[in-house]
């Protein structure tokens, strides 16, 4: 295919998240020309995420990550809470094998993306900050469009690939009609505190040692009832506390996502872990819910979509990601455009490297695997009554009340009867919650 | 321990503040008429946007931490909303 002027660069990469920096990097490293652009002021400071990164896939990337890069603490705890407004009952799993090898650490974004986008400039890569991507450049093509470049104030660039990595919101991707606006309940926000405490009152507070972290998920009355949840992750020497709530649930419940944030903090059950810490930031983040069923085409010609711009994020339920999909979907873009470029050919049929892998990866297939898993968790009883039960069943064993004690078992039972939850909605979320988890 | 307000919160924040340009524009009628007035004041975790008493929305994008909540809840027509030019906007030290 005839190109009507000279590419500026071999790639160029909007937007220098996880996704765009790794694909930036692993291009760089292939001796490729990479131009990585960035709106914020300097990589990672329009950056925001919870804070848990799955980081095996990242290790492969840079074998020295765990030392090199700016990480916070290596997550050994894992808690999931059902809250209830004067009861909670969890699942502690602490467990030092989760440390060796590291499987998960929490991160600051602002200070883990400079760090790559440093990483990407050392391989080659040339980075431009302070820059918004207006729109990309088309011109005609065989079928329909290719995108041939970006547009940038008054300035166009020109390149065989673009990369849209531009975040949730991927106004790039939305502009060439590869993704189209969301249903709501596909989508959540997430508000989020950084506060500040010493690292030696972290560690007495969550049951750490040295660079240990704890990872806290939360569902209930954290959220008033709105589908969502909250959490607590551990940094070196603060904690991030924050919600994610259901937009549908948010907006046909008509309440206000700040007054569901204080009441998370207000919690009886919360507040202790956050006593005397400091506000270092505030932030929020639209997180993408929707899994399998938000994914449509990843490429066109001339142009591939990675990370959260993909909506490349999934809950399982117990685990929540994003991050660890952003790297492997740039590992697998990399892979695409690096073999559509030797070829020649950088058309949607010459970047089919880039789904193709992907969906073969082990994130890939994790898409597939959770696919059912969104529309198991947007139910009610997730949020509210499950954990009441759970409280209800534990306070019958526990409250010994000078009544002779029954059965666990026929507690159970009839503190189900009193529940609003029926027992068939029971076995149906447990068959349900089975095959979709 | 209550939590700090939002404004105070706010001032935790850096922000490079674009005083030529403001990246949200709402239109008044469709929002009023589509009830997104209301719901983009719900959903706004910065408090960018108040309803006054005549009923129409004020914006202060100047606190905007740049998520996309109201875009994604408003209606077609109801906001025009982007990201600030390059350099502009929010600048996370955490993140």
């Not at chain 1, 993704?179 to 997430?190: F, I, Q, Y």
């Not at chain 1, 999909?325 to 455009?337: D, K, M, R």
């Not at chain 1, 990866?361 to 969104?374: E, F, I, L, N, V």
């Not at chain 1, 009867?417 to 979320?429: E, G, I, Y």
Request: aromatic share 6%; net charge negative; proline share 4%.
């Amino acid at each position: 295919m005839p190109e009507t002027a000279e590419p500026d660069f071999e790639v160029i990469v909007i937007g220098a998240g996880i996704a765009g920096c790794v694909t930036a990097y692993q291009l760089a490293r292939q001796g490729r020309s990479v131009l990585l652009i960035e709106r914020g002021e300097a990589p990672g400071s329009k950056n925001l995420s919870g804070g848990v990164l799955y980081s095996r896939g990242i290790q492969e990337v840079f074998p020295g990550f765990l030392d090199e890069a700016p990480v916070e603490r290596r997550i050994t705890r894992n808690y999931i809470n059902f809250l209830n407004a004067g009861s909670s009952v969890g699942i502690d799993y602490q467990d030092m094998r989760l440390a060796d090898p590291v499987n998960a650490v929490t991160v600051l974004r602002a200070k883990l993306d400079a760090w790559l986008a440093e990483k990407c400039e050392e391989a080659g890569a040339l980075i431009m900050p302070g820059v918004r991507v207006d729109r990309v450049l088309t011109e005609d093509g065989a079928v329909g469009k290719r995108v041939v470049g970006v547009q940038a104030g008054e300035d166009e660039l020109r390149a065989r690939v673009v990369v849209a990595a531009d975040g949730v919101n991927s106004f790039i991707a939305k502009e060439v009609g590869l993704r189209t606006d969301e249903p709501l309940n596909h989508l959540a926000v997430g508000v989020k505190s950084v506060v500040s405490l010493p690292r030696e009152t972290i560690e007495a507070r969550f049951n750490l040692t040295g660079d240990e972290g704890a990872a806290i998920a939360v569902v209930g009355d954290c959220t008033e009832g709105v589908g969502g949840g909250g959490f607590l992750y551990t940094n070196i020497d603060s904690i991030s506390v924050g919600v994610v709530v259901r937009l549908d649930d948010l907006t046909a419940k008509k309440k206000v996502v700040t007054d569901i944030f204080d009441h998370f903090l207000e919690h009886r059950f919360i507040a202790p872990y956050l006593e005397g810490g400091d506000l270092a930031e505030y932030g929020c983040h639209l997180v993408a819910e929707g899994g399998m069923k938000m994914i449509g085409e990843i490429t066109m010609d001339g142009m591939l979509v990675v990370g959260d711009a993909a909506g490349l994020t999934l809950n399982t339920g117990l685990t929540v990601r994003g991050m660890d999909l952003a790297v492997a979907s740039a590992v697998a873009a990399a892979e695409g455009i690096g073999s559509g470029l030797e070829r020649d050919d950088t058309s949607k049929a010459g970047l089919a490297g880039y789904p193709q892998r992907f969906f073969a990866s082990y994130a890939g297939r994790d898409m597939k695997t959770y696919a059912r898993a969104p529309a198991f968790l947007e139910a009610e009883r997730m949020y509210k009554q499950y954990g009441e039960l759970f409280a209800d069943v534990l306070y019958s064993a526990f409250n010994l009340d000078t009544q002779p004690r029954r059965h666990l078992l026929s507690v159970a039972r009839k503190t189900l009867t009193q529940s609003p939850v029926k027992m068939r909605q029971l076995v149906r979320d447990g068959i349900a919650g089975a095959r979709a988890l | 321990m209550k939590p700090l307000s939002i404004p105070e919160r706010l001032t935790k924040n850096r922000f490079n503040l674009d005083e030529q340009e403001c990246h949200i524009e709402v239109n008044q009628e469709i929002a009023r008429a589509t009830g997104t007035g209301k719901a983009i004041v719900a959903c706004c975790p910065a408090h960018v946007y108040t309803e006054e008493p005549d009923g129409t929305i004020s914006v202060e994008y100047a606190a905007c931490l740049e998520c996309g909540t109201c875009l994604a809840v408003a209606a077609p027509g109801a906001l025009k909303w982007h990201y600030p030019r390059g350099g502009f906007g929010v600048q996370f030290r955490e993140g």
